[in-house]
C-alpha cells in the first residue's frame, strides 16, 4: 500500500492550495482518510479527518478555512485550503487506515505519505 501525495507549494498568505492523496495497492476498504501536519519545531498535529461513515473532525486552527474529501471510487483524499496563514506553513501528511490483502489474508493497517510541503508566505 502507498499514499501519493501531491498539491503542496510556496503561497501568499490568503492564497488556496488544493492538496491530494491517492492510496494504491490491494485495498479492500479504507475507514479513514486524514491530513496531519508538522510545521518547525512543533509536534505532528491532525488537521482534519473524513472517516467512511460521512464525518469529518477539524482542527480549531481550519475550521471554516479547510475542507476535507474522499472520492472513494478513487481512493482519493482532498484537502482544500483557503484564507491560507503564515502558521499554516508545514510539512503536511496525509494519513490513512485501511484494510489491505497481505499475502493470503486482509490486514488493518496505518499508513502515511512521504509528506508534502506547503509554505505561506506574508
Known amino acids: 500500500v502507498q499514499l501519493r501525495e501531491s498539491g503542496g507549494g510556496l503561497v501568499q498568505a490568503g492564497g488556496s492550495l488544493r492538496l491530494s492523496c491517492a492510496a494504491s495497492?490491494?485495498?479492500?476498504?479504507?475507514?479513514?482518510m486524514g491530513w496531519y501536519r508538522q510545521g518547525p519545531g512543533k509536534e505532528r498535529e491532525l488537521v482534519a479527518l473524513?472517516?467512511?461513515?460521512?464525518?469529518?473532525t477539524y482542527a480549531d486552527s481550519v475550521k471554516g478555512r479547510f475542507t476535507i474529501s474522499r472520492d472513494n471510487a478513487k481512493n482519493t483524499a482532498y484537502l482544500q485550503m483557503n484564507s491560507l496563514k503564515p502558521e499554516d506553513t508545514a510539512v503536511y501528511y496525509c494519513?490513512?487506515?485501511?484494510?489491505?490483502?497481505?499475502?493470503?489474508?486482509?490486514?488493518?493497517?496505518?499508513?502515511w505519505g512521504q509528506g508534502t510541503q506547503v509554505t505561506v508566505s506574508s
Open positions: 473524513a472517516v467512511s461513515d460521512g464525518t469529518t
Open positions: 495497492g490491494s485495498i479492500l476498504i479504507i475507514k479513514a
Open positions: 494519513n490513512a487506515l485501511l484494510t489491505s490483502r497481505q499475502g493470503f489474508r486482509y490486514q488493518e493497517g496505518n499508513y
